[in-house]
């Protein structure tokens, strides 16, 4: 038996000719309040408005950024700007002694005895190093299945 798997699930449906139904609603307000000014204020005063007006349905129906739309990123920056921020202070940690950090091959024996999975533990949270191991980092670029590119940090471990 055969299955139809729907495959553009990200993208909305156009409803009215190339729009969809949430860029014809923008559209649709933007032009009744352009109507409403033009039977309510001096030709002069209305085009100023309503140039003011439909640049900014125009960008809130059409514009993305970073695949998201024009209206998400108004909020998330309204959000950002007028809610508290919560701001945490980490205390540093202590890093261990050269001499103290045990080698790889004592380290994997202690994990299988079991006698210092919480010392291992606790050596990975403060990035105490290992001898004998060579941490490399860098940021590699990769795209989202929305097109959008993000950078990721990746830690290589030699």
Known sequence: MQFQVPQFIESEDKVIGPLTM???VYV???AGICAILFFTLATWLWIIFSAIIMGGVVAFAFIKIDGRPFVNVV???FNFYWKPQIYLWHSEHVQMKKEDSPTIG???QNIA???SLHKSWEN???GAKISNVELTEHYQIFHKQTGE???AKRVDYR
């Open 106 to 108: 004592e380290s994997i």
């Open 124 to 126: 990975v949270q403060t």
């Open 113 to 115: 005895e079991g006698l």
């Open 22 to 24: 949430r860029q014809f």
């Open 28 to 30: 649709g307000v933007g």
């Open 75 to 77: 909020m998330s920056a």
């Open 149 to 151: 590119r993000r950078a």
